[in-house]
Structures are given as C-alpha cells and as structure tokens.
C-alpha cells in the first residue's frame, strides 16, 4: 500500500530518516511491526515566527519498494536530418531549444560567441584578478549563458509557459541532483552547473546537432520576408551560412544584436527593466533575522538543520516598486560587465551555501518615460541609459573593475563612508557616494527602500552591510517582438525571438521552457 501524504515537523525530525518514520507511523496508525518505506516528494521551510517548521509531501509504502522514476528521454539521431535549426545563443534557452529539436527530429546548430564552459574559466579569472573584460568571454557570454556562473536558481512562477518537472528532469537525467525535484526553491549552484552544461553539449553531439564556439552572429540577409542566411564571425573570418529556421536566443546583454535588428529595420521595441544595487549583509545576520534567533549560538544551533537563510523583499517608494532580486544566501558578488569601460554587478552562490555573505539585488522597476533623456535613440533609449549608469559606475570605481560602494546605513543617511567592511566582491570596493552614480531617482527610492525594508526585518539596515553598485541586467531593456501564437518575428517568418534576451523569460527555468516552446513551432 502506497500513500501520499502531507505533513510538518521540525527541522531535526526532517533531517532524521527515524523521527520522520515514527511521524508518520503516529499518522497512519502504523504498528512497527510494518516495514514503512518513505520518499520525499516535496519539501519547502515556514520560517514565521519562533517555531520553525518543515512542510513535507511524502510518499509512504508499507512492505512495497518504492521504485525509482526513471527519467528517459527519446532523443532522436538527426546526423542526416534535412530539416535544420540555426540557435543563435548557448543559454538555458538555446541549449533546451536544441535539446527539443532532438526530440523532434530536426538538427539543432548552436552558435556561440564565447567559449566551452571550461576555457570560459580562463577569461572569468582574468577579469577578477587583472580587471581585464573580455568582450566575448565573460559571466554573461560563453557556454551556457549567464545563468552558468550566475547562481542556478531553478525556480519560477511561469507555471503557465511550459512543463517546469520537464525542465527540472532534463537537469536530473544530466547530472543534477535529484533533490531539485524535492526543493520548493531548488537550486544546483554554479559551481555543478558547469558540468551540467557540458554533459548537455555532450548529449547534443551525440544525436548529431552540432555547436560551434567562437562564433559571433554579426549578420543576416533577407528574402521575403523570411532570414535566408546569417553571417559569423569566426577565428577564421567570417563565415555566411544558409539557414531554415533561426531562433535568437542571446541573453540580456547582446547589446550588438538589437543595434544589428535596429540598424537592419527589423522591429524592436523598448521594454520596462530595473536597476539598481547588490546588498551584502554577513549571512549570520540573515539568518539571526529570519531564523528569529537571539544569539550567534542560536544560529549556529538552527543552521544545524536548517540552510542559509534567504529573504524577499518589495516595496512601493512614490510609485515605484522597490524590491529584491536573485538574492544569493551564502554567496558570492560577481563582476559581470561584457566591455571594459563598465561596471556590472551579479550574484551567486556555491551548491552548499557556506560562503559567509549573503547578497541580492535591490533594485527599482523603471518605466519607460524614465528613458525620456534617451529618446533620439528609439527603441533604445533604455539601453542606452543602462550604459550611461554602468558607465558611471566604472567612472567613479576609478576606471577598472574595482565596484563603487557604500556602507547600508550611510548611504541611507547620505554619508559618504569613511571604510568599507570586508565583501565577497574579488576586484575590491572603493568608497563613493552612490546616489551620484546611481542618480536621484533611483538613489532617493532605494534610499526609502531600505527604510521600510527595515521595519520588515530588524537589523537589516546596518552598516554591516555594504551596497556594491551597479545590478543593471535584471533583464532585456529591449524586446524582440513576435507573434503570440506562432511565436516568429512579425516581418521574419523563421526568425523565433527567444528567452531572457528577446523579453520572454526571466531565468534559467523560464528560459529553458521558452527554448523548448519555440523549438515546438517550428514548420518547414
């Protein structure tokens, strides 16, 4: 007999196989005479109030083995297939969009500007000990996309757009672990997500898709109305290739490529997006605050059973939202700018947790008329008034990759200060008054921000924490229009605007299910 049941227990009784069992023996009635066999279906924290609880979904089995899923996937050898996609972008969209094609039966040709996850190692190095940004070859470009070394949040509310335990599965069948299928927030962490990626690669090659590193989309001709080839450049030169299908999939900040739509009359528009900064607190004190402990004991205490603690913030200041975004519990401030005379900021975090930071982005959601300075440039007003703040930013940093920053409770107060504590950020701080960098819109909102985001969690706002400037790619200032039905470009019937970087999706999760809805459509 198998049951599928729902219950709450403290953090140890969830952690410990004996205490659950005796749990649920209470619940079904259950002599210990029965062999009761359990598998966690789902699991997720309610960490209101002082009594912290773990809410389970459980699968129990008395005297049946509860048999593994078996995760398969019918991918097909496509090495001789006459129907081919061109997939500009190896992110979670385009990697996922080739995948589907393998199940489709089409040959997927994924086309990278940067390179394999692992020479993409090199140029990351590069940049946080010399401060060098290679243009091509950064946290956002290369292999896998942004999401690879940002993090590996593999949550979403796009209930709607796509099947998220496909997306999870196809994760698990490359490597990830099975607990992303249990976790309400799951999360692989960018130090696992590298494999991932390549093991996906790997299953791409196997089925005869192909992918091609170092190959930057510079161009594209047309004829009625469809693409009929795309041009590359290569480590050869460039290279103009034939295309059937063509899905864009390039992230957020393929800047060049909307200036390539712009410049070839090809509809764009200017979208809303957000900006503002990372916050770093000590992860003790997150977790002191939301774990509602009164001493650094107690934490040590509940951080035996309990993970980083992590929160989410919103807030409207003069009718601007004001909240947090990618927070990273136990992580990391990654500098992520894809040309030199820039200052970027995201975050990220180790499987495990344990780095002693917690950071996020705080940011304020901008409307278009905000970009009104910015209107001789059309649909990219507000991509040029997200240069012009990173810009800013690598100004005042001192013209490297060193980040401007300010302690919490001075920049509320407009203190410039006097030091800054210690941060995970590896090319180093340098103390500025960041409402000159970040401008009075959105450096009064953050300012009120973080008043009310303190009546929501004591001690958050401190000068133990330290705002790190600038968060700028929260998503695409520009979208790549398309049809909502049959999802191509309204002048290009075979160009398919795809994921982060078209407007359509906003992480990994979103990302991969609007890859693989796109790959759905196509028709030859």
């Not at 528009?269 to 004991?297: M, T, W």
């Not at 905000?370 to 209107?375: N, P, Q």
């Not at 970087?501 to 196509?522: K, N, P, Q, T, W």
Request: aromatic share 8%.
């Amino acid at each position: 007999m198998q049951t599928k049941i729902q219950l709450q227990v403290s953090p140890a009784t969830a952690l410990n196989e004996q205490l659950l069992k005796e749990e649920v023996r209470e619940m079904l009635f259950l002599s210990t005479e029965k062999n009761l066999i359990l598998k966690i279906l789902k699991r997720s924290i309610d960490a209101r109030g002082h009594n912290i609880k773990i809410n389970l979904t459980v699968l129990a089995s008395v005297d049946e083995e509860i048999l593994p899923e078996k995760i398969e996937f019918n991918y097909l050898d496509v090495s001789h297939s006459k129907k081919t996609c061109h997939i500009i972008g190896a992110g979670p969209a385009g990697l996922f969009a080739a995948l589907r094609c393998l199940e489709l039966g089409i040959k997927p040709v994924v086309v990278e500007r940067g390179k394999n996850v692992k020479d993409r190692r090199r140029d990351l190095a590069t940049l946080n000990k010399e401060h060098i940004v290679n243009p091509e070859s950064n946290y956002c470009f290369g292999e896998g996309g942004a999401g690879t070394y940002s993090d590996g949040k593999l949550y979403t509310r796009s209930n709607k757009r796509g099947d998220i335990d496909k997306i999870l599965k196809i994760f698990v069948y490359h490597g990830a672990s099975e607990e992303i299928m249990v976790d309400a927030h799951p999360h692989i962490g960018t130090n696992k997500l590298p494999q991932l990626i390549e093991n996906i690669r790997h299953t791409i090659l196997k089925f005869g898709g192909e992918v091609l590193f170092n190959s930057k989309f510079i161009d594209f001709d047309i004829e009625k109305e469809t693409v009929a080839s795309i041009t590359l450049l290569t480590e050869v030169g460039e290279q103009q290739i034939p295309v059937q299908q063509l899905i864009v999939a390039t992230g957020h900040s393929a800047r060049d490529v909307y200036e390539l739509f712009n410049k070839k009359n090809s509809l764009i528009e200017a979208k809303p997006f957000a900006l503002g900064v990372r916050v770093e607190h000590p992860q003790s004190l997150i977790d002191k605050i939301q774990y509602s402990c009164n001493n650094l004991q107690d934490v040590i205490d509940k951080r035996n059973y309990l993970p980083a603690a992590s929160y989410s913030l919103v807030n409207q200041v003069n009718g601007y939202g004001v909240y947090s975004f990618c927070m990273c519990p136990g992580g990391i401030i990654a500098p992520c700018a894809t040309n030199q005379q820039e200052i970027v900021t995201n975050g990220w975090s180790p499987s495990k947790r344990n780095n002693p930071y917690a950071n996020s982005g705080i940011v304020v959601g901008l409307d278009l008329k905000d970009f009104e300075a910015y209107k001789n440039y059309g649909a990219l007003a507000g991509l040029e008034f997200q240069k012009q703040i990173e810009q800013t930013a690598w100004t005042f940093g001192g013209k490297t990759q060193t980040a401007p920053a300010q302690r919490l409770q001075d920049f509320v107060n407009g203190k410039v200060s006097t030091d800054l504590p210690d941060c995970s950020y590896l090319p180093g701080l340098k103390s500025v008054d960041m409402q000159a960098v970040l401008g009075k819109l959105i450096g009064v909102s953050l300012q009120q921000g973080f008043k009310n985001f303190a009546n929501k969690m004591r001690g958050y706002l401190t000068n133990d924490a330290v705002i790190v400037g600038v968060e700028s790619r929260t998503s695409t200032p520009v979208r790549i229009p398309r049809d909502k039905e049959v999802l191509h470009h309204p002048q290009l019937k075979n160009l398919f605007p795809c994921g982060e970087g078209a407007g359509y999706a906003g992480g990994i999760v979103s990302a991969a299910m609007d890859g693989e809805r796109c790959a759905s459509v196509l028709q030859f």
